[in-house]
């Protein structure tokens, strides 16, 4: 069963540019989780989908956004991006709705550079 | 929302036992988490805690007081490979029934020398 597939792995891009990540999940899971992961910081929530549904959403500004496909593929995107916006963004795939699930699984992530 | 604490880091032994600790904050809980992250890799999952009580998996186990708001994770025998670092993750009951955002602690950075 192959495992969470997170596209590009690695990416810079130029400030006020926008930047669209890809995530997809383990077959048969519905739940995509994405975090944001930096040395400061920690690792922060982003959102929640499940059933191609917002479930939950952390406290990052509106430039943060993401949908969910039919698929259960999730793509998030970030626009007009800022120096901070730099960060290991990781994606976790779970089989069901988010108070139920007892494990997460994580992608590789996306090291995004902005300068 | 959720506050979690943990140790940033810790140094041990190889062969040895180690306690990493979690106290967290809730407004409401459903799940303690801990994940292990190697330098540059992914985080991966290792256990999970819902009900009060010690969770044991092979070398690892993890305890939870609920009305402590405190877990922790043991990690015995100690090998090389176990260096990383020990994310504590705390689940609260979301906005609704069918949503649990998880909040991550910074993480204990685990350092296991020969």
């Known amino acids: 069963k192959a495992g969470v597939t997170q596209t590009p792995r690695y990416l810079i891009k130029t400030r006020g540019q926008q930047v669209t990540l890809s995530c997809s999940p383990i077959s048969g899971h519905r739940s995509v989780s994405w975090y944001q992961q930096t040395p400061g910081q920690g690792l922060q929530f982003l959102f929640e989908y499940f059933s191609e549904t917002q479930r939950n959403k952390g406290n990052f500004p509106g430039r943060f956004s993401g949908r969910q496909f039919s698929n259960s593929r999730s793509e998030m995107n970030v626009s007009t991006l800022e120096l901070g916006d730099s960060a290991l963004y990781l994606c976790?795939?779970?089989?069901?709705?988010?108070?139920?699930?007892?494990?997460?699984?994580f992608g590789q992530g996306t090291r995004l550079t902005v300068v | 929302g959720q506050n979690i604490d943990q140790p940033t880091e810790m140094t041990a032994t190889e062969g040895a036992i180690v306690q990493i600790n979690c106290t967290y904050q809730t407004s409401g809980f459903n799940g303690l988490f801990w994940y292990q992250q190697h330098a540059g890799e992914a985080p991966t999952f290792l256990s999970y805690?819902?009900?009060?009580g010690l969770e044991e998996k092979g070398r690892f186990s993890s305890f939870l007081s609920r009305s402590k708001g405190y877990s922790y994770l043991l990690l015995k025998e100690l090998q090389m490979k176990d260096s990383a670092s020990y994310l504590c993750?705390?689940?609260?009951?979301?906005?609704?029934?069918?949503?649990?955002?998880?909040?991550f602690g910074d993480g204990t950075t685990l350092t296991v020398k020969p």
């Open positions: 976790a795939s779970c089989p069901g709705q988010g108070h139920m699930n007892t494990e997460a699984f």
């Open positions: 993750a705390v689940r609260d009951k979301g906005h609704n029934t069918n949503a649990g955002k998880s909040t």
């Open positions: 805690n819902v009900l009060d």
